[in-house]
C-alpha cells in the first residue's frame, strides 16, 4: 500500500503547494488517506451546486408516521444528494446509516449489511458532510449529558445541523425498528423494538438536528444513529456516555424536500398532528 507522501507526491504538479498542506494536515487529522479526501471533494464538486449545503429529505417524515413504507426512492437517487445521513429501508427493515458514501442496513437480528444502490427507502434524510466546527471532547458524564453537550455546541435552536461523532464510548443504547407490514401506523410498528446495549465500543454517531417546527417534514431534535467501527453493530441512538470523541457539527442553511409520485402518498391524508406520535416511536 503507497503511504500518503507518495499519495500527496502524485498531485503537486496540479495542486499549489498550500492545498498540498492542507490536504497532508487533514490526512493527519482525520486518519484518511489523501486520496479518499480528494474523492470525496469530487465529488461534492461535481454534485448540483444547489444542493452542497443542503439537507435532502426523500418524503417527509409524517408520511412515515402513517404507515406509508413503500417507496421508490433508489439508494443511488438518494447518494446524488449526499454522503452521509440516516433513515430506513422499504416495509421499514431497519436502521439506515449513510457514511462516507456507503450505505448500512441494521436490522432488528442485529446484524448489519452493505447496502447496494438498487435497494428503496419511504424516507431518508442526507447531506454533503463537511463539518464548519470540529471538537475533541473527554466526557464520562451521565447519559442525559450527551445532550446538554450537543446542546452547547449548536448555535441556535432554529437552524439544521449535521453531526457526525467519532471515538470511544462507554456506554451505547440503541434500539432498531423490526420489519413491518405497509400501512400499520409507526407508533403501533415500533411497539416491541429490541434494544442493544454496547459497553466499552468505540465507532460513529451519525445524525442532524432539526428544528421544533419542522415536526411535519423532519423528526424533531436529535436525530441520530449509531455504527460501531468494525461495522458490525449499531441502531438508533436511545443513550450513549462518549469517553473521547470528535465531534463535527456542520450548520446547513437549506432543506430540501422530495414528495414522492406514488398513489399511496398522493391519496393519504397527511393534515394530521403527528408529534406525539413521533415523540414515541422515536423514544
Same mark, same amino acid.
Given at each position: ?51 452542497? @449545503? ?35 429501508? @422499504? ?135 449509531f455504527l460501531s467501527e468494525d461495522r458490525q453493530h ?47 416511536a422515536e423514544h
Amino acid at each position: 500500500m503507497r503511504d500518503d507522501k507518495e499519495d500527496l507526491s502524485t498531485f503537486a504538479a496540479f495542486l499549489p503547494a498550500d492545498l498540498l498542506n492542507r490536504l497532508r494536515i487533514s490526512s493527519e487529522r482525520t486518519g484518511r488517506p489523501p486520496t479518499n479526501l480528494i474523492e470525496k471533494a469530487l465529488r461534492r464538486y461535481l454534485a448540483d451546486a444547489s444542493k452542497h @449545503n443542503a439537507v435532502y429529505l426523500s418524503a417527509p417524515i409524517n408520511a412515515l408516521v402513517e404507515g406509508l413504507y413503500v417507496e421508490n426512492t433508489t439508494m443511488a437517487e438518494i447518494k446524488q444528494h449526499g454522503d452521509f445521513g440516516l433513515g430506513t429501508f @422499504n416495509f421499514l427493515d431497519g436502521e439506515m446509516v449513510l457514511l462516507d458514501g456507503s450505505v448500512y442496513q441494521i436490522r432488528s437480528d442485529g446484524r448489519v449489511h452493505i447496502v447496494e444502490d438498487d435497494e428503496k427507502s419511504p424516507f431518508a434524510c442526507v447531506t454533503f458532510f463537511n463539518p464548519d466546527t470540529i471538537d475533541d471532547i473527554e466526557n464520562s458524564e451521565n447519559p442525559k449529558g450527551f445532550y446538554e453537550l450537543l446542546d452547547n455546541l449548536i448555535p441556535s435552536e432554529n437552524m439544521l445541523y449535521a453531526i457526525r461523532i467519532d471515538g470511544a464510548f462507554g456506554h451505547v443504547r440503541t434500539r432498531v425498528v423490526p420489519r413491518s407490514e405497509n400501512y400499520r401506523p409507526l407508533v403501533e410498528a415500533t411497539k416491541d423494538q429490541p434494544v442493544f446495549d454496547f459497553y466499552g465500543v468505540r465507532g460513529c454517531l451519525a445524525g442532524f438536528y432539526t428544528p421544533r417546527f419542522m415536526e411535519s417534514l423532519n423528526a424533531p431534535g436529535y436525530h441520530i444513529h449509531f455504527l460501531s467501527e468494525d461495522r458490525q453493530h449499531g441502531g438508533h441512538l436511545i443513550q450513549c456516555v462518549p469517553e473521547r470523541v470528535r465531534i463535527g457539527i456542520q450548520h446547513v442553511p437549506k432543506l430540501d424536500v422530495a414528495l414522492p409520485v406514488t398513489l399511496d402518498y398522493l391519496s393519504a391524508d397527511l393534515t394530521r398532528d403527528v408529534g406525539d406520535d413521533l415523540n414515541k416511536a422515536e423514544h
